[in-house]
């Protein structure tokens, strides 16, 4: 399943369903994206595009963004060369 977002830039962001149960989050823009993480740790604690929206380690992406309401708590985030990858918890 695919669920689109317009931020308050009204930028597309594009949350994808992949086959091994992650989600992978595309935005359609070339403005600037923060993100953190622990030090040490190879994983993201959040990804911030300019304009939203603030995704972070726990959030329920399912029930914020996707239309069929299904639960999608982030266990992890991946930045795997450009491609924003959100592990979600099993």
Do not use: W
């Amino acid at each position: 399943m695919t669920a689109l977002f317009k931020n308050r830039y009204k930028n597309l962001i594009e949350f994808t369903d992949l086959e091994d149960g992650s989600v992978q989050m595309i935005i359609h823009s070339d403005l600037p994206m923060s993100a953190g993480f622990n030090e040490g740790d190879k994983c993201l604690r959040f990804v911030d595009p300019s304009g939203g929206p603030f995704i972070q380690v726990g959030m329920d992406i399912g029930k914020e963004f996707f239309p069929d309401n299904k639960s999608r708590v982030i266990a992890s985030i991946l930045d795997l060369e450009g491609k924003i990858i959100l592990q979600i918890n099993k």
